[in-house]
């Protein structure tokens, strides 16, 4: 096998194709979202050199002096077999910190190193190889979050690191919840509580069977009219999402500028690879909820949602959903993942928790040693002003995807 570093944007776009076909079906690990992010996260100096970098695009999204750090692994023939879908930025201590493509507020879930079932421990061992054995002057440490704590490719990957003299460590993160769909809509009921049944059965016979509830979904944006339908959609979602968290005191994650530019632009990449589903309620001809899921291989990943505040007595969040199993249902998807966040209504609806894990490794230098001890001093340092603050109401704890 042999390792190369791609660290520009044209690099990097010239892997898509090769690079989806190892995503595993998982919407994060995708090109269209990964690349996209690097577009619009990424330093100043990357996005002037890429010619679809949006206008105002942040140029603050990562540390400045920050670069792709992708590791492209490739088989004797040449073929794209594995990709670790990384950037390095540095630090305060004169090291450099990997992180990955996705991080940050936009909360990318189930990442890891993209490879097939068939060569991912092959390609786990070759990257740990290229880091320690001949690229050890150019990272001090990796820090990858948003990892699924049973991914194997990780786990043989933290493995061959710590047998070449890296420090390796995990924290445990945020659990994601996955519903599995049964084959119809009555044998989900028959797996949920009687009072929750009945919660459901009420929202059916309220708004979603009378014609009150008027469910619409956009799944592309080629054509002028559906172009002009997502647009309506989005802004639909954007509205309903930012009303809600200000009703309740917060900002809102569409307040942040990258966060509304990246959406925006990845919803429709995504749309064009057939991998968005854009919903709206409409209750009694007023838009009452919207949803933005993500799918790839059987699942619908939910992304983010809105609800109108001042039409909570209609229960329009759990309308939507309610709507949206019935769907996916009704479509033969194997199951909806609601990704990270503890929050109650995804138990509720009888989703299952999956761990999560952040990964770190230093890498087996004595600078790269001390470098990562004055860090973990200074991160430390902040999360104890960051939990002070947040228990004294000075910020939020909103966590991003929820309504």
Known sequence: MHVTLISTASDLAALARDWNCLAGGVPFRRHEWLATWWTHYGPREENEQNAAAPPGASPNGVRPGSELFVLAVRDAAGHLIGVAPWFAEPTVTGGRLVRFLGSGETCSDYLSLLATAEFAPAVAVAVADYLCDRAAR??????????????????????????RGAVVSSRPGLNTWRLALPESWDAYLAGVSKSHRKQLRRIETRVLDTGRGQLHSIR????????????????????????????LGQ?????????ASFHRDVAERMAAAGALRLDWLEIDGR???????????GIAFAYQA??????????????????????????????????????????HFRAEPRGSIALRAVAPRAASR???????????????????LQSAGVISTETGKHA
């Open 251 to 259: 900002n809102g994650c569409f307040a942040s500028p990258r966060f």
């Open 370 to 388: 001390w470098r990562n001890r004055a860090w973990q001093t200074g991160d430390g340092l902040k999360r104890l002003v960051k939990a002070g």
């Open 220 to 247: 592309s944006a080629e054509s002028a009219a559906e172009a002009a339908a997502f647009d309506i959609a989005w802004n639909c979602l954007v509205d309903l999402h930012q009303r809600r968290r200000r009703a």
């Open 306 to 347: 809105g609800v109108a505040p001042d039409m909570i007595d209609d229960e329009p969040g759990r309308a939507i959903t309610v709507a949206l199993i019935r769907r996916a249902i009704a479509d033969g998807l194997a199951a909806i993942d609601f990704l990270r966040g503890d929050e109650p209504y995804k138990a």
């Open 138 to 163: 150019d990272w001090d440490a990796l820090d990858l979050a948003g990892i699924d704590a049973s991914d194997p490719t990780i786990r043989r990957f933290a493995d061959a690191l710590a047998e």
């Open 287 to 297: 838009p009452a909820a919207a949803e933005y899921h993500l799918t790839a291989g």
